[in-house]
Structures are given as C-alpha cells and as structure tokens.
C-alpha cells in the first residue's frame, strides 16, 4: 500500500469529495468504513455546525475522515450591484409567485477568517483537513499540523500546486476543469488555463515533492486506475457519490443526474458568484444572457440563488437548483455509498492487472 494511504488510514486510493449540502456524514462514514476516505462539507455551516457534524461522523465510524473548510477571500458588499442582481432576478421570482429578498448577505464566513471554526477544528482533532479556494494565513496551518491533522489543498494549476506546496500541506488535490462543483482556483478573477484532470494530475506529479490526488471528471475504477497511473496516490470522487441515497441530493437533482440532463454540464457564476461546474438547467441559462459582469460576490450571489432555488422547488420546478455535476455525470449509478466504495475497488484492481 502507498505509505501516504498509509497516512491517511485507508485501504483503497478513494476519497469522496466533501460536496459542502450534499455529503453528509452518514455517507462520509459509509466510504470510510468501506476502506475509503469519506469527507463532510463544512464551509456551509458555522462553528458549533461543524462540531455536530464530526460528532455525527463518529457516532458511525472510528475509521479516519476529512473535514473540508472554504479558504474564499471574504466578500466585498457592493449594495449597487447587489439591487441590480435582485431586480434582474425578479421576473424569475415572479414566475414562481414569489419576490426576490430585500437584501443579501455573505452566508458563509471564510475559514481565512474564522477564528471559532479553527478552534472546533483545534478540539475535535479531525484526521483530515482539506482547504478548497486558496489557503489561510501560515500560522493556521502550523497550528493544524500542530494538532497532528493532515491536510490538504485543492489546486487547479502548477502555480497554485507549487504554493501549496510551499505552504506545508501535506498533499495536493488537483482539480481538473472536468470536476463538479465550485472550481478551486485561488483568485477567481485571473486568468484560468481551465486544465483537465490529465495534463494537471501529470503536471503536479512531475513537478512537485508532494503526493497528488486526481480530481475531475472521474467515475469508475477505470479512471481511478489512470489516475494512478499518472502519478496520483488516490482519486477523488464527488458526482459519484451524488446519487447514493446517503445524499442530500433531492429528487429534482437525482432525476437530473440520472436522466439527459447529465450529458451536459456548464461552468457558470451565476448560481453562486464563483465559477462552478453544474448539470445546466434553468438558472445556468441565465449566463448565455450576458450577466456575469453583473452578478455579486461570492457567497453573496449565493444568497440569491438560493432563495430563487427554495421559491422555485416550493411549485415542483428544480431548475433553479445548484445541481453540481462533473463531465462524467453520465456515468453515475444508484447504490449504497459503502457499496460504491467496494464496487470501485474492485474495478480499479482489474484496471490495473490488466495493463
């Protein structure tokens, strides 16, 4: 077995992406008791939040798992533009009956700022702690590794792989421009070169004194096994694991994932402020209309999407959903995530023996 598995606890090269709202921790315990690592998204939840969470993950299992934290540099308010988003949203409110908020807020705090998180973290002592959108000042992670956890960064280019690096964490999660969800990239502003699970797993496996963990559009064991073969330690799973009924996905989302749908995702900002892969629907359309300039801030933007999504679904449309999803959304099956673990397992060990 790799040694840096060894690190980690686990018996299989998996991990289930932390998926912030739709892992849970009964399906972080499931991977982790079926020799992968599970992970609990926690960057949507405070402090005394993310302590229930661990709390919930152990009461299942004593295996090892991650915890993910958001490492987003904290909004700036802007009130003009923020009035000009509600009132473009409007009409689609009305669809639905309903009116946009008053006002948005930034609904999650970044852990670059949380002092009352670090401490839970700090307290709880989780094996694992994984950092997604950049990484927090030096003296937050000595203090993590202080406490004997491991961590890791996600990265979505050899710059921000070599910062990671740098910083002293202890592997590296490259994300490839295939993944669903929030794209990790560290300034969401610059520049993205938009490099595929491949060329970046290949890449930071060259180039970099680190262990590598693929990420991106990876559904089977056939794409775990290429992903070793790259060079990667693990792979990293997140849409897999969406349609196993430990989920929080809801309905709307599943028959998305499990339907036509799936055959196309988009990169959008408009759901969240942040550029995000997702099944398009109904609010990632709105992005063909020229809005991008015009959306909020992360997670500010998200305030709205949310209320739109929650106004939607309460009539039996889920278009207006975060349905994140990667390129290899097609792919996805419905079973138990333990069983999805073990069933990986097995494909990614005759992958391998027969190259």
């Known amino acids: 077995m790799d040694t840096f598995l060894q690190r980690l606890g686990i018996e299989r090269p998996i991990i289930q992406a932390p998926m912030a709202g739709v892992s849970t921790p009964e399906m972080a315990a499931a991977v982790s008791n079926a020799g992968g690592l599970g992970s609990i998204g926690v960057g949507a939840v405070d402090a005394e939040g993310t302590r229930r969470m661990i709390a919930a993950v152990r009461s299942k299992t004593d295996r090892p798992f991650n915890v993910n934290v958001f490492c987003h540099r904290p909004a700036v308010a802007n009130a003009a533009r923020e009035a ?10 009305a669809r639905y009956g309903a009116k946009p908020p008053a006002r948005l807020t930034e609904i999650y705090e970044s852990f670059l700022n949380d002092d009352a998180r670090l401490a839970v973290l700090l307290e709880e002592r989780p ?6 959108f950049g990484l927090p ?4 992670i000595d ?7 491991i961590l890791l960064a996600s990265a979505t280019s050899l710059a921000e792989g070599r910062a990671v690096a740098a910083a002293g964490v202890d592997a590296v999660v490259a994300q490839g421009y295939e993944a669903g969800g929030h794209r990790g990239v560290f300034d969401p502003d610059a520049a993205d070169d938009c490099l595929g699970t491949v060329a970046l797993t290949r890449l930071l496996a060259t180039r970099l004194d680190l262990p ?8 089977d064991g056939a794409g ?33 994932l499990l339907g036509p749908p799936a055959e196309r995702t988009v990169m959008t900002r408009v759901i969240s402020g942040r550029p995000a892969r997702c099944l398009a629907n ?9 809005v991008r300039d015009a959306v909020p801030e992360y997670p500010i933007a998200y305030d709205a999407g949310k209320a739109l999504h929650a106004a939607a679904k309460a009539t039996g449309e889920f278009g207006y959903g975060a349905q994140w999803a990667g390129q290899g959304a097609p792919l996805a099956r419905v079973m138990p ?17 027969s190259c």
């Open 84 to 93: 000009a988003w509600l009132a473009r949203l409007g009409p689609e409110f």
């Open 127 to 132: 094996a694992i702690v994984s950092l997604h």
């Open 137 to 140: 000042p030096r003296e937050r």
């Open 143 to 149: 203090a993590l590794r202080t406490a004997g956890i």
């Open 212 to 219: 590598v963990i693929a990420a991106g559009g990876i559904m």
């Open 224 to 256: 775990i096994a290429a992903s070793l073969m790259l060079g990667a330690v693990a792979a990293q799973l997140g849409t897999a694991f969406v349609a196993c009924p430990e989920s929080s996905a809801d309905a709307g989302y599943r028959a998305a």
């Open 282 to 290: 109904r609010f990632t359309a709105l992005e063909q209309e020229g």
């Open 337 to 353: 995530a333990g069983e999805l673990v073990r069933q990986l397992g097995s494909e990614t060990e005759r992958a391998l023996a």
